[in-house]
């Protein structure tokens, strides 16, 4: 089993998500906003980071994931907001922002489950 | 016969003749006039326009085909008969010629006479009518004439540029909002202009040409004449037919639509961030549903209603923002029907006030009022005012500290009246004070954190205002409290 950051500014996703992962066995530690985040990563070093994208300005997800692998974390991160594809947040993954995988909120617990075990054992392979 | 009377005159220096033959005309219902003697024939004859004149040819005075000369001169069309008792072939020549439509030779019976006379005024019926034909068609021709210069004139000054070719592709016509648009300095008609067309148009050009089958439809697109969006166009290509039916050419339209891309831009920003603002709170549910629904989660009884209820307050938060969206989007079309009544300030505050009860216990906020005595009432729609004073009392209540105050102030100056609602608040940094009215806009801090609120409060707040022409400013230090002035007009006029 793991370790997991969940940084979200919003309480209620925060407690739903952790409480999905806590029922597979993995250990959950938590941030509401990008400072905290980065400093319960840092000194916890989870092996996976769930990081919502809009939060406070102007350090949001993006800023915070960009952080993160400029100062070498290479935890992967799965990253998950309610702003829609459709409307121009269209991005490929990594290649505008440094993150391993992306979803779109709501996300079911299932969906959240998978995502988080394929970059898991995407980890241990590598 | 006649419609109108016809006025007839009679130059006639023997008296008894010219009783005679007016008696003899009055008696047949014409109006007639005398002259007796040729000078007075001329100034009759001419400060008149007669529909028939008898002139007798000899005349002490003056002589009767000089008579016909003078008035033929100023009124053409009266019909003038010469009469003499000196009748002869040459005399009716030169009087035919100077003008005179008959010869009546003396003496002459009354049949005679009043033969002639309808005879004369056939002719002067004839005359007018060709008269009025020749008018009218002057008068067509002279419409047809402005009214093709008056088309020119428009089509050259309309904002839309028109290009008009032939269907080898040759200028038959364009004004200079074309020339404009597609900024092409020179132009000449029958110039070829497919080489100097945007590329899109071209392809639509070639298209309606090489259709076999006449379509009279329009077909548009869109060029991005500048780039960045700084200059859009759309171009309407219609098909223009002979009048046999066959393709003559296209008629090209161009309208400067930059403008509404920009507001479709902006539309769909603020669509996203309404999906965005709508898709967290459900997300927020569906989340803590799908962990009550789910055996394989074990959820404390307890930990559950709590869920359940946390989820009825992302739900009521929700309803609040599709509230707030109606509001905006109503007064965005001004659809919003007002309904101005003579509105007592004062009396809407304390029913905004008694809503707020529980709210202000709960933190247990100290209230302040201080209402100006003989407060002017105001000329509003109640609701907006319900609205204003809601809205900012609900943020001075939601970002207060515990056992915060709120003062409230209503007062007036000449044509304002004035409110002012102070806090106890976490304040606004300056920076922020900027984006404070934005849609959405919610400063996220430790502070704020927990507090719901859709974004849009201040946002309304400040179109109701500037809807009444009024004004609102914020004044704030932040972490010790926020006060809101408004300017509301008295009058609304």
């Keep these: 089993m793991a370790l997991i950051a969940i940084i979200d500014d919003d309480i209620d996703i925060l407690d739903a998500s952790s409480l999905v992962l806590k029922s597979k066995g993995h250990d959950i530690i938590t941030a509401t906003n990008t400072t905290d985040g980065y400093k319960i990563v840092k000194e916890r070093k989870p092996n996976l980071i769930i990081l919502d994208v809009m939060m406070e300005e102007p350090d949001d997800g993006f800023y915070l994931a960009q952080k993160f692998r400029r100062d070498g974390i290479k935890i992967p991160i799965l990253m998950y907001t309610s702003v829609s594809k459709a409307i121009g947040m269209d991005f490929d993954k990594s290649e505008i922002v440094p993150v391993d995988d992306f979803v779109e909120k709501p996300i079911s617990p299932e969906e959240l489950v998978e995502k988080v075990e394929n970059l898991l054992h995407l980890k241990e392979v590598k | ?493």
């Design chain 2, 1 to 493: 016969m006649q419609n109108l009377k016809s006025h007839i005159l009679i130059v006639e220096d023997e008296k008894g003749l010219r009783l005679g033959t007016q008696r003899l005309l009055e008696e047949e219902g014409y109006a007639v006039s005398v002259a007796e003697n040729g000078s007075e024939g001329i100034k009759l004859g001419t400060s008149n326009e007669f529909d028939i004149a008898v002139i007798d040819l000899r005349m002490p005075d003056i002589d009767g085909l000089e008579v016909l000369k003078e008035i033929k001169k100023v009124h053409s069309n009266t019909v003038c008969f010469i009469a003499t008792a000196f009748a002869s072939y040459e005399t009716a020549i030169q009087a035919t010629r100077i003008g005179a439509y008959g010869y009546i030779p003396k003496p002459f019976t009354p049949e005679e006479f009043i033969y002639q006379i309808e005879q004369g005024i056939k002719q002067r019926e004839l005359i007018l009518s060709a008269e009025r034909l020749k008018k009218e068609r002057e008068e067509n021709l002279f419409e047809l004439a402005s009214e093709k210069s008056r088309l020119n004139a428009i089509i050259k000054s309309i904002n839309e540029g028109v290009l008009v070719l032939n269907k080898n592709g040759d200028l038959a016509y364009y004004n200079y909002a074309a020339l404009k648009y597609l900024n092409i300095q020179e132009i000449n008609i029958g110039e070829n202009v497919i080489d100097k067309l945007p590329a899109k148009i071209v392809e639509v050009v070639k298209t309606i040409f090489s259709n076999d089958i006449f379509l009279l439809k329009t077909y548009t697109v869109q060029i991005e004449v500048k780039p960045n969006n700084e200059l859009i166009l759309e171009a309407a290509c219609t098909p223009v037919p002979h009048p046999d039916g066959s393709l003559a050419g296209v008629v090209i339209t161009l309208g400067n639509i930059t403008e509404f891309k920009k507001i479709e831009v902006i539309k769909s920003q603020f669509v996203s961030m309404v999906a965005h603002e709508m898709k967290t709170p459900l997300a927020a549910v569906q989340g803590f549903l799908n962990i009550i629904i789910d055996d394989t989660i074990n959820v404390e009884k307890e930990k559950r209603k709590d869920y359940l209820k946390r989820s009825i307050v992302r739900l009521k938060s929700l309803t609040d923002l599709v509230n707030d969206l109606l509001d905006i989007s109503r007064m965005e079309l001004k659809t919003k029907h007002r309904e101005i009544e003579n509105i007592k300030v004062k009396e809407i505050l304390n029913n905004v006030l008694q809503t707020l009860e529980l709210e202000i216990k709960k933190k247990n906020i100290a209230i302040q009022k201080n209402v100006e005595e003989k407060l002017p009432v105001i000329q509003a729609d109640q609701n907006d005012i319900t609205r204003i004073i809601s809205n900012l009392l609900s943020n001075a209540i939601k970002y207060n500290k515990e056992n915060g105050s709120i003062w409230i102030e209503l007062s007036s100056t000449q044509n304002y009246l004035i409110l002012r609602i102070s806090d106890t608040g976490i304040g606004i940094k300056p920076e922020e004070r900027s984006k404070l009215f934005s849609e959405f806009y919610r400063i996220k801090n430790d502070r704020t954190r927990g507090i719901s609120g859709t974004g849009l409060g201040l946002s309304i707040v400040k179109r109701i205002v500037e809807s009444y022409h009024g004004k609102i400013e914020v004044d704030s230090q932040f972490e010790v409290g926020t006060t809101f002035t408004i300017n509301l007009p008295i009058n609304l006029n």
